[in-house]
């Protein structure tokens, strides 16, 4: 037992003593990397620097060092990663680019640029506007959730609308009401009269719209399918037009001017409405009509935005050098004689001028030490004394150089000005008074008021930030300190040294750019030595001193602007919107398919897929085989001048290309693909008879039977199309993002047609696009189909 306990103490002994050693391995583990770090970091390797700053801070999170240094490169390292991001974006890989934001996060997350910029990419991979997640509505009274809001049209049939007609104003909005399935009343004051309208292919909104504009009428919805119609005057309007009230709330307010500056824009716009803004919640109440509520809708997401934001660094640097040299050998320069009595003569005179001595009631003078004539008749060596001046040999080099370097970083928001203060506070006397007069007893007080100068670096920053990402910065830094203290009038007042730039300059993110800097350079020199022996080459050494001083002394400012926020503007908030007249505002409503419209096909990059988008009208009087024919010929052609007739192109059909039917029959066509290779989407647009064929439906073949070319491998297929009612349709089919493409040969979609009158219709693939999994076009040919109605 006893043999136990020892051995138990000896290990844990043993254990406490390998502590220190391991815990100093592990600091020098992290030292090591902290100096790779600054190592990396002076070659401007920031990326390489900020990972051994972290892999230091993680070993040792208590060291400050480690942590600052961490702490300094976010933002530098995230916006490297976010200018990567951005330049792969450009050239079309949006999963790269998508990856090198999340990395630009993780690093920084504070950087709201990397976040847009990841939406942006994402939204043009899904090739559809960003979705925001509406909040959930609260939870209200009963009462409260009975109240409705402004009454929209909905028409149970929203078929464009043709109709050539000279009749009374009633009948014209009844005609067209029973076409588009909706109410018509008119109001008690209304004088009909009679009109002529020509309407083609329009829609119902642009109907009514025409219609009371040729009868001097208006109309307002009262239920989703009734209309009321009145005529049009400033009394009418005000009468009938409704109100609402709508609590519009800011988002991305920081200040009192922000919220000001919509509220006004606001007021300017809508002069009539009522608007109300309260500023403790951010909000602003708008009493007004529909139109106007919701055409504020649209100004306040236009101008609600986040401020762009900017990180500066600032780069001070003084950099100084002292060099001064002394050679020679400086022999002495000076020599003076002076007369003094000799010593034989001084110790004679000293015992016989004893007895000499005169004394008178002014004084007594002593002669003993002075020269009489009679020693200067017998003069020899002991009366001259020689002086020599010194003499002294120089061998001196003395070099001495000084850095300083401070490099402050500010954030500020656009339009506000930042200040950064780093150093202290330095009182410096301004005057000085006396409380009351003097007396005897009690003497007047003297206080002296003083002063509080900042010194240090102060830096000031005003920064707008461009719709391109330039900087532009209205900027002030002063770099001062205390040098030496002259005395004035009794007091020691400090001397202060400046160093100040104030100007307005205009940067691109990531430039660094000298603001100003001074260069001192000053040399003296100086010789010392006997003359003439002072100027022989190599005797100047041993004959004279020669003494060389340089100072040099230069102080540089460089800015580094850092743009971490960015304003994100969309086509909806540059688009123009029709606001009616001058008398009111009346949007124009249309009629918006629920399914996003299909992407338009980017511009080619290379000449072949500029030929598979060239398309040839058929001629009056030339059979569809005989116009097929030449198109492929000419696409041939085409494909050859650019050299590209290797590649053979992507063939879309038309099955079945000649079919028979009847008037009011349904049919179906399947639009096919022949030849693809790597096919990721076919966004392609096609032409029918409108006049002779109504298109009813656009669907996807059936996947299960292997029929469905582009979802063949079970993935999951988005079709799109949009028919603008004039026998125009464009039809988009991509496979989901980040999925590889298809090749081989299957059907795209079916087109679901109903003849509606007799003769020939045609229908044509009049631009043929198809797009591999890198979104780059393919060389592809339409085709042309015709079908014959029989009554």
């Not at 309007?237 to 519009?248: H, N």
């Not at 002030?476 to 004035?488: A, D, H, M, P, R």
Request: charged fraction near 20%.
């Amino acid at each position: 037992m006893n043999f136990r306990i020892s051995k138990w103490a000896i290990l844990t002994a043993f254990a406490l003593m390998l502590v220190p050693f391991a815990s100093q391995a592990h600091a020098q583990s992290a030292n090591k990397l902290f100096k790779q770090g600054q190592a990396a970091e002076e070659k401007n390797d920031l990326e390489t620097a900020f990972n051994d700053y972290s892999a230091a801070f993680q070993k040792n999170p208590k060291d400050e060092r480690f942590r600052i240094s961490f702490e300094r490169l976010r933002t530098p390292v995230a916006g490297i990663h976010v200018q990567r991001g951005e330049k792969l974006r450009d050239q079309g890989d949006t999963t790269g680019a998508v990856t090198e934001f999340l990395r630009a996060l993780e690093i920084d997350p504070s950087n709201e640029l990397a976040q847009q910029d990841m939406q942006a990419a994402r939204d043009k991979a899904n090739q559809a506007p960003a979705s925001q997640e509406a909040p959930a509505p609260p939870s209200e009274e009963i009462s409260l959730q009975s109240i409705g809001g402004p009454i929209h049209l909905k028409p149970l049939s929203s078929e464009p609308l043709t109709l050539h007609s000279v009749e009374d104003t009633k009948v014209i909005y009844q005609t067209v009401g029973k076409l588009a399935g909706v109410n018509v009343l008119f109001d008690p004051d209304y004088t009909s009269k009679r009109v002529q309208v020509d309407l083609t292919n329009v829609d119902l909104y642009d109907a009514l719209r025409i219609i009371g504009i040729t009868s001097g009428t208006f109309w307002r919805p009262i239920t989703p399918n009734t209309i009321f119609v009145a005529q049009n005057s400033r009394s009418k309007r005000t009468e009938l037009e409704e109100q609402a009230v709508q609590t519009f709330y800011l988002t991305n307010v920081s200040q009192q001017n922000d919220f000001t500056d919509v509220q006004t824009a606001l007021r300017n716009m809508f002069q009539t409405a009522k608007i109300y803004g309260v500023a403790s919640q951010n909000a602003i109440i708008m009493r007004g009509t529909p139109d106007e509520l919701m055409l504020a809708q649209k100004l306040v997401s236009d101008l609600d935005r986040a401020k762009p934001e900017v990180v500066v660094d600032v780069a001070v640097l003084e950099v100084s050098r002292n060099y001064e040299k002394t050679i020679g050998i400086q022999l002495p320069q000076t020599a003076s004689v002076a007369f003094q009595a000799s010593n034989n003569n001084a110790t004679s005179s000293s015992s016989s001028s004893s007895s000499s001595t005169t004394t008178t009631t002014t004084g007594t003078t002593d002669t003993s030490n002075g020269l009489t004539l009679n020693s200067l008749a017998h003069l020899n060596g002991t009366n001259f004394a020689v002086t020599l001046g010194q003499a002294s040999a120089n061998l001196l080099l003395s070099d001495a150089h000084t850095k300083i370097l401070q490099n402050p970083r500010v954030r500020a928001s656009d339009g506000q000005e930042a200040s950064l203060k780093i150093g202290e506070r330095l009182p410096v006397a301004t005057g000085s008074y006396q409380t009351g007069a003097a007396t005897a007893i009690v003497s007047s007080l003297v206080n002296t008021q003083f002063q509080y100068l900042d010194i240090g670096v102060n830096i000031t920053i005003k920064p707008t930030v461009h719709y391109d990402r330039d900087v532009s910065l209205k900027l002030k830094i002063e770099v001062s300190g205390s040098n030496s203290s002259q005395n004035l009038g009794g007091v020691n007042e400090p001397i202060i040294t400046q160093r100040i730039v104030e100007q307005t300059v205009r940067l691109k993110d990531g430039e660094a750019n000298m603001l100003g800097g001074i260069l001192q350079k000053q040399t003296n020199t100086s010789l010392n030595g006997t003359p003439g022996l002072a100027s022989v080459p190599i005797l100047k050494y041993i004959f004279s001193s020669n003494d060389k001083t340089i100072s040099d002394d230069e102080i540089v400012f460089l800015l580094v602007p850092h743009v971490v926020r960015a304003t994100m503007l969309d086509p909806n908030n540059l688009r123009e919107i029709d606001s009616g007249t001058s008398n009111s505002i009346e949007l124009r409503h249309i009629n918006l398919d629920t399914t996003p419209p299909a992407a338009t096909p980017a511009p080619a990059a290379r000449p072949q897929a500029a030929a598979s988008q060239f398309t040839v009208p058929q001629p009056a009087g030339v059979p569809p085989s005989a116009a097929n024919a030449a198109a492929a010929a000419i696409a041939s052609m085409q494909m050859e001048a650019d050299g590209h007739a290797d590649n053979q192109p992507v063939k879309l059909g038309l099955t079945p290309e000649m079919q028979p039917q009847k008037v009011g029959s349904t049919f179906q066509m399947a639009v096919t693909l022949a030849g693809g290779s790597d096919v990721f989407s076919v966004p392609l647009q096609l032409q029918y008879d409108q006049a002779k064929l109504n298109l009813i439906n656009v669907d996807l073949a059936d996947s299960a039977k292997g029929t469905n070319f582009l979802g063949q491998d079970g993935q999951a297929v988005a079709l799109v199309h949009r028919d603008d009612g004039s026998g125009n349709v464009a039809i988009s089919a991509s496979r989901p993002p980040g999925t590889h493409g298809i090749s081989g040969s299957g059907t795209v979609c079916l087109l679901t047609f109903q003849a509606k009158s007799p003769g020939d219709a045609a229908v044509v693939i009049t631009r043929p696009v198809v797009r591999n999994s890198a979104q780059q076009s393919l060389p592809a040919t339409g085709a042309r189909a015709l079908v014959q109605v029989k009554p």
